[in-house]
């Protein structure tokens, strides 16, 4: 099974930071990854897939980036409704993986 | 409007049997992809499983934890997924999500979840 580690697991930041969260993979995934947000009580939404295509209806001061086993979640400008907790997921093969999950608190 | 509604979650002892619902509506059932995610409480996603629409055979595909404990089906008559669990574990204690899931893009439409917890 492929292994997704994000890091940080936790952050902190202001409103207005620009947020990096990291995603790799224990063996390339090709661009097959899918970035997701989930608010407390909420299902995940999805934000960003092949990598960097961002989902219709998503801000686009998110972005993403990377192939293989390195995959990047940025953040350019952080706003109050983007305190939450994301996720990556490999859609390469079979099992699916979730990473661990990186939650963005206020600073 | 994409919706997916889950249903047949509730309190049910180790050992015990459960299935669950996902009711579609707003799109194509029966050409969908549908996934299984679950989520402990304070915890992360977990994929469970899928069942691939009619044109791909209706394959199912598990994550090793649940494999040979769970089925996943569907009944595209009725805009329906299922997820019948058997054998159930104090671990599979968790709010399970459907999905409808596309190749090379991920789960664009989730429902709210259906609660299944695992006890004595």
């Known amino acids: 099974d492929i292994q997704l580690t994000q890091s940080p697991s936790f952050l902190s930041a202001s409103v207005g930071d620009r947020v990096t969260i990291t995603c790799r993979a224990s063996?390339?995934?090709?661009?097959?990854l899918a970035w997701y947000q989930q608010k407390p009580g909420k299902a995940p939404k999805l934000l960003i897939y092949?990598?960097?295509t961002l989902q219709s209806g998503v801000p686009s001061r998110f972005s993403g980036s990377g192939s293989g086993t390195e995959f990047t979640l940025t953040i350019s400008s952080l706003q109050p409704e983007d305190f939450a907790t994301y996720y990556c997921?490999?859609?390469?093969?079979?099992?699916?993986?979730f990473g661990g999950g990186t939650k963005v608190e206020i600073k | 409007e994409v919706q997916l509604v889950e249903s047949g979650g509730g309190l049910v002892q180790p050992g015990g049997s459960l299935k669950l619902s996902c009711v579609a509506s707003?799109?194509?059932?029966?050409?969908?992809?549908i996934h299984w995610v679950r989520q402990a409480s304070g915890k992360g996603l977990e994929w469970v499983g899928h069942?691939?629409?009619?044109?791909?055979?209706?394959?199912?595909v598990y994550a090793a934890s649940v494999k040979g404990r769970f089925t996943i089906s569907r009944d595209d008559s009725r805009n329906t997924a299922f997820v019948q669990m058997n054998s159930l574990k104090t671990e599979d204690t968790a709010l399970y999500y459907c999905?409808?899931?596309?190749?090379?893009?991920?789960?664009?439409?989730w429902g709210q979840g259906t609660l299944v917890t695992v006890s004595s």
């Open positions: 999905t409808r899931h596309k190749s090379s893009v991920g789960s664009d439409s």
């Open positions: 707003g799109f194509t059932f029966s050409g969908s992809d």
């Open positions: 069942i691939r629409s009619k044109a791909n055979s209706y394959a199912t």
């Open positions: 092949a990598a960097s």
């Open positions: 063996q390339g995934v090709s661009s097959y």
């Open positions: 997921q490999q859609l390469n093969s079979s099992p699916l993986t």
